[in-house]
């Protein structure tokens, strides 16, 4: 049943996605079909049951030991609010998890490896959001959610959370050309986004939050002109299919020291 209802939610988002990347392209030469594609499809339908798996794992672990340490008294306080509120302080919290880890991901050597596959992307749309590294995604997903799990925030808070963070990652790496006006400052758009994912110097470790905008723009690290980026991708030798892009960052860490240099997209890190 659960794999029913899985399939059906990928159907209702490709039947919305697939024509809105039509109706409003933002490289309109980009065809539904373009490079790799399946390689993303896979992504899509097999990589969430090791992601849950290794979460779960990780993130129940150090929740025991959390326990322990926070008192109680905190949840009461948290779950008095209002939903609304604590869903906005959920996406605040989380957010600010996932700008440190990212920032991680692209600035240690050891997780870049990781965190390169995702920047094997050539081509932007909504299916290739799902082209994350396993261990990418568990480490970035714990550093989003244990924190609120931590401060004991409602399960329907987290609920909101999840489901707007979903939708907004889609459109965020979607082949179109929507912009948010000013709120562009304030909830990540493609704009904001697209510009992570270029292979464009002055792009290089930018853009790094993954919902609010104003988080990078607050640590230095926002880039967003107005045109778009040309060129996406990475210098990195990332291979193409699925199964290699899963033992590649492991197969690096056996290649001697200095035999390989540490890149992001394009740009040689010391």
Do not use: C
Request: hydrophobic fraction near 50%.
């Amino acid at each position: 049943m659960l794999e029913l209802i899985d399939l059906k939610a990928i159907l209702i988002i490709a039947m919305i996605f697939i024509p809105l990347e039509r109706l409003l392209p933002l490289h309109a030469d980009q065809k539904v079909l373009r490079k790799h594609w399946l390689n993303d499809v896979i992504y899509l339908f097999f990589n969430s049951i090791l992601i849950k798996l290794g979460f779960i794992a990780l993130v129940g672990s150090i929740m025991i030991a959390i326990r322990f340490v926070i008192p109680g008294g905190v949840f009461a306080v948290v779950q008095a609010q209002p939903i609304w509120l604590q869903a906005i302080e959920v996406t605040l919290v989380a957010d600010i998890g996932f700008y440190l880890a990212h920032r991680a991901f692209h600035s240690v050597p050891f997780l870049w490896k990781f965190h390169s596959v995702h920047h094997s992307i050539e081509e932007m749309d909504w299916l290739a959001a799902h082209r994350v590294h396993p261990v990418d995604q568990i480490v970035t997903s714990a550093a989003s959610l244990i924190p609120v799990y931590a401060l004991g925030f409602s399960g329907s808070a987290i609920a909101i959370y999840a489901l707007i963070y979903q939708a907004q990652s889609l459109l965020i790496h979607s082949n179109t050309r929507i912009r948010f006006g000013p709120l562009k400052w304030v909830l990540a758009s493609p704009q904001f986004h697209h510009w992570h994912h270029a292979n464009e110097r002055q792009a290089y470790d930018k853009n790094f939050a993954g919902q609010l905008p104003f988080i990078d723009a607050l640590a230095g690290t926002l880039y967003m002109p107005e045109r778009m980026p040309r060129v996406y991708g990475t210098d990195d030798p990332v291979p193409p299919l699925y199964h290699q892009q899963l033992a590649y960052p492991l197969k690096q860490l056996r290649v001697p020291a200095g035999a390989l240099s540490q890149q992001q997209p394009g740009d040689t890190h010391p």
